[in-house]
């Protein structure tokens, strides 16, 4: 730019010609100049705040643009590195003991509705009614057309329903992703695994929890990420919980019982092979419980576990192998068994009035003599012999890992007197479930420990504390042995397993308290196989069963529940790997007369 | 002396803020890699599951009881039984690898110095 003079020779030259003091003009000139000076710097200060005002406005958009994204986004966890190995955190699988699925998980959606994006909420309605019948279209049109702004409609849906539902088009029905638990095998084993149902729910998640049986007791290993991928071992096998149960239904139905149980344990890892109780359900679909009647004749009741019965002469063992144990008697002591018997004001008497005089007390077990054994009771004592039946576990409900095992508490008399000796000696006075009896069992068939029974795999056999010793235990399976070849239980004779067992036939009691029926009776059979060196106890229970093949009707285990056992020992024996033998056979007609 | 101690030190910032940025990249992308083969594995988990839902399903033992029952005449499976169990001493020895090989039957015997018909 070009600079002005100051003081421009040619004007001052003018200025002082015409008499005017060219100081004037310098002065212009430096006011004019300082006023350029000002517009100036003016311009580039404005310049400036500009250029700061657009970078400060910058600055602050992209702040509040990013705290928006951030509002508005799913949270997501920073990462450094990849995640481990929880890479699908699920449920863990529930499987048998040879790893076939018990309980697994399946993919699906659920279907919900947000009816304030809904375009012809009537037709969705009526369009969702074709597809699942069970909706109700009023009850649907007045959910889509009301205030409601969410809704589920379905909590689980085939793939199949889900194309049908995508195929109405209405953009206010929506799916959610959902797990559900799957049991392959239906009514199998139903009452162990229980059933499994939603917990928390959202809509692109929902937690599955455990309702019932192993799946509620083990809720929190199962839902555990660090064991998702490791399935659940049960002691159950497949096969034979199959076999049990078809078995046990067929019995069940022939035997017109309403309701049966039946529980097979490896006596010496105290493993539940198989565990049944009928009527039964579907787990996929679990039924809602009773809320009116008695809670027992509901399918969803665990007969095995959570019934609780006096379970009669199954009993009378008990009370023999205690006195051996003790010392009281042996196998060949002779007892009278001869009529009268009072204890406590109370006549004791015998299944159709027998009198079977003085026998020894194996055949107090192979007659099931309600006199001898209780004469047997008395000289062990109530103190005693509640001490030796705590020790078997009658006392408590049962271990096992289902939820529902801690409703199986037994009854107990409120004072041991010596009436109530005699009577639990036979099996009366004291309920308990027919896994309790399987326990019991189980302690006189592996040489004298007691065993927990489980339902978890176990790879070495329970050293359970000694209740008895082996020699008193293979005394009392000798017993049971002979109660199936030459007593109640003759139709107990399995071809190719020798099976030892004690039948019980307990009246039920009248739910008021009023006594007992005469005509309903809880059907027995408690089975110990191989006898000759045994190695699984079953129990089968009937509810009322009534057998009616011959001219009266016949109620008793011997009838009802023993052919039902062996035939499910006939089936399952060969199934665990039980290699058939004949046993040596005692001949009928060389009996031991003198010791 | 001065100025190529600048620039030296300049340029090796320049650099480690290249290779910084670099071996950043790098990591993400191998995080995004190991994402993806996560999902990957996530699926074919989730695929196997299914696969052997199914499986159990096709085997379960009603299902196969019926089928054993449909298929009666052809097969005729039935339950395990005890006298199905045998001993080693009641297998058959197998046929001997000889027989059929030389049929001795219709040998002639030349040692007879007979003429053969």
Request: proline fraction near 7%.
């Amino acid at each position: 730019m070009i600079r002005t003079p100051l003081r421009p020779l040619a004007r001052i030259l003018e200025a002082r010609g015409k008499g005017e003091n060219p100081d004037a003009i310098e002065r212009e000139n430096i006011r004019l100049r300082h006023e350029e000076m000002r517009d100036r710097d003016r311009r580039r200060a404005e310049g400036r705040l500009l250029v700061l005002g657009v970078m400060f406005f910058a600055a602050f958009a992209l702040i509040g643009g990013r705290m928006g994204v951030l509002a508005h986004s799913e949270p997501a966890e920073p990462r450094a590195s990849a995640a481990g190995a929880d890479i699908l955190a699920q449920r863990a699988d529930i499987v048998d003991r040879n790893g076939r699925i018990l309980a697994t998980n399946f993919d699906t959606h659920s279907l919900y509705a947000q009816p304030q994006m809904m375009i012809e909420p009537e037709r969705a309605a009526e369009a969702l009614v074709k597809i699942f019948p069970d909706l109700k279209h009023e009850r649907l049109v007045t959910d889509f057309t009301g205030k409601r702004k969410f809704l589920w409609i379905k909590k689980k849906i085939s793939p199949e329903q889900k194309q049908a539902v995508h195929d109405i088009g209405e953009p206010g029905l929506l799916f959610g992703p959902r797990e559900m638990r799957l049991y392959p095998n239906g009514r199998l084993a139903a009452h162990v695994l229980g059933g499994a149902g939603f917990g928390r729910e959202g809509v692109h998640a929902a937690e599955v929890i455990g309702v019932a049986g192993i799946e509620k007791f083990y809720d929190t290993r199962l839902r555990d990420p660090a064991h998702g991928h490791k399935p659940l071992e049960l002691s159950l096998d497949l096969t034979i919980q199959a076999a049990t149960e078809r078995v046990l239904l067929g019995g069940m139905n022939i035997m017109n019982a309403k309701g049966a149980a039946a529980v097979l344990m490896d006596v010496h890892t105290g493993e539940v092979i198989s565990i049944a109780s009928l009527p039964d359900f579907d787990p996929n679909d679990r039924p809602s419980p009773l809320l009116t009647g008695y809670a027992g004749d509901s399918p969803l009741f665990n007969r095995a576990v959570q019934g609780v019965y006096e379970l009669g002469s199954a009993f009378k063992i008990f009370a023999v192998a205690q006195a051996i144990e003790l010392g009281i008697v042996n196998e060949n002591t002779i007892i009278d068994t001869t009529p009268p018997m009072r204890v406590g004001g109370f006549p004791i008497g015998e299944f159709n009035r027998k009198n079977y005089g003085l026998i020894t007390a194996s055949e107090v077990i192979v007659q099931s003599s309600n006199r001898g054994t209780g004469r047997i009771a008395l000289e062990v004592g109530a103190k005693r012999q509640k001490d030796f039946l705590e020790s078997l576990g009658f006392f408590e409900p049962t271990p096992l890992e289902i939820i529902e095992a801690q409703g199986g508490q037994p009854l107990l008399p409120p004072r041991w007197t010596d009436l109530s000796t005699v009577t639990i000696s036979y099996g009366h006075g004291l309920s308990s479930s027919p896994l309790h009896l399987a326990a019991g069992y189980a302690a006189l068939a592996n040489g004298g420990r007691y065993v927990k029974p489980t339902l978890l795999k176990q790879n070495a056999p329970q050293q359970g504390l000694r209740v008895m010793s082996p020699e008193t235990a293979a005394a009392s399976v000798r017993m049971l042995r002979r109660v199936v070849s030459s007593g109640t239980a003759s139709l107990g004779e399995v071809p190719g397993y020798s099976v030892g067992g004690k039948t019980g036939t307990a009246d039920k009691p009248r739910p008021s308290g009023g006594g007992y029926y005469d005509d309903k009776v809880i059907a027995t059979f408690a089975a110990v196989f191989p006898s000759n060196d045994p190695k699984y106890v079953l129990i089968v229970t009937l509810d009322e069963p009534v057998e009616t093949s011959g001219d009266e009707p016949r109620r008793t285990a011997g009838w009802t529940a023993v052919p039902i056992a062996a035939e499910i020992i006939a089936r399952v024996a060969p199934l665990l790997g039980l290699r058939p033998e004949i046993e040596p056979r005692n001949l009928p007609d060389i009996t031991q007369v003198a010791q | 002396m001065r100025s190529l101690f600048y620039i030296a030190s300049f340029l090796a910032v320049i650099g480690l803020a290249y290779w910084a940025y670099y071996e950043n990249y790098r990591t993400q992308a191998a995080i995004a890699h190991a994402e993806t083969l996560e999902r990957e594995i996530a699926e074919n988990r989730q695929r196997l599951r299914v696969l052997n839902a199914e499986w159990a399903y096709q085997n379960r033992p009603d299902r196969l009881r019926e089928l054993a029952e449909i298929n009666f005449d052809r097969l005729g499976l039935v339950p395990l039984k005890a006298s199905q169990f045998g001993r080693i001493d009641q297998v058959p020895y197998p046929p001997s690898e000889l027989d059929g090989l030389i049929d001795l039957s219709k040998s002639v015997d030349v040692s007879s110095g007979e003429e053969p018909l």
